[in-house]
């Protein structure tokens, strides 16, 4: 396997790593207050150009994920073509899930960026509420989608430790990530009353949800990956 596709894929790992935390931890965290729509709206009307952003990097980490799905499959495939692809599959699938909820950011730009053709008919109160409804949005359809990105690293994870060359603990950290995704957004759909168990659920896969793709991305950047399976595991 070239080495140029091994490292694209990293490269586009921590990218996407970097633009995360910029788009959802910095942005959207400083610009959106749960349960408070009042300051939220005012938040997004004085800084547009900062939530523009924030959209703009979603759409760039949906073009990662892009070449994160390409570049994952040819790296594992010579483990096992069928599982890679299946891999592929989830993650595009992930990533069509994702643009679906990026829409309601575009939606909620739209209401508060003052075009009177958008804004028209609609009270101060009314267009607080449907912003804060997009948002809602954006984050429910998100976490349906980490739903599918969870099954994705498992994938991942057993491609990972069937490979010869791949480091165990970085398989182990993958299947781990997956099984977090999975419980964590799940609960959050399910049962997002019990907010206590969500945290908890959050705080015992965080290490691994963090560190499993990062950690995947730094070995594909700096190793020549040609996984090959086991003998006995391809017997």
């Given amino acids: 396997m ?47 150009s900062l939530f523009r952003a924030e959209i703009l990097g979603w759409i760039f980490i949906m073009a990662c994920d892009v070449v994160a799905a390409w570049a994952l499959y040819l790296v594992l495939r010579p483990v096992h073509p069928g599982l890679s692809l299946l891999g592929a599959w989830l993650r595009l699938a992930y990533t069509a899930v994702l643009g679906v909820a990026v829409s309601s950011l575009i939606l909620a730009s739209l209401l508060t960026g003052g075009r009177d053709w958008v804004l028209s008919g609609f009270t101060n109160g009314q267009l607080q509420g449907e912003v804060m409804l997009a948002l809602q949005g954006f984050e429910a359809v998100w976490s349906a989608g980490l739903i599918l990105f969870g099954v994705h690293l498992l994938v991942i994870g057993i491609l990972a430790l069937q490979a010869e060359n791949i480091p165990k603990p970085l398989g182990v950290l993958l299947l781990l990530a997956g099984f977090g995704y999975i419980a964590l957004h799940l ?48 017997s």
């Fill in 187 to 234: 609960c959050s759909l399910l049962v997002p009353e019990y907010k206590g168990f969500i945290q908890l659920v959050k705080w015992i896969f965080i290490l691994p949800m963090t560190a499993g793709e990062l950690g995947l991305g730094i070995w594909l950047l700096f190793r020549i990956p040609a996984p090959r399976v086991h003998a006995a595991a391809a």
């Fill in 2 to 48: 070239s080495a140029t596709v091994a490292r694209t894929g990293g490269i586009s790992l921590i990218v996407m790593a970097v633009a995360a935390a910029f788009s959802y931890g910095y942005v959207h965290g400083s610009l959106v207050v749960n349960g408070d729509a009042a300051v939220t709206f005012a938040r997004l009307q004085s800084s547009p």
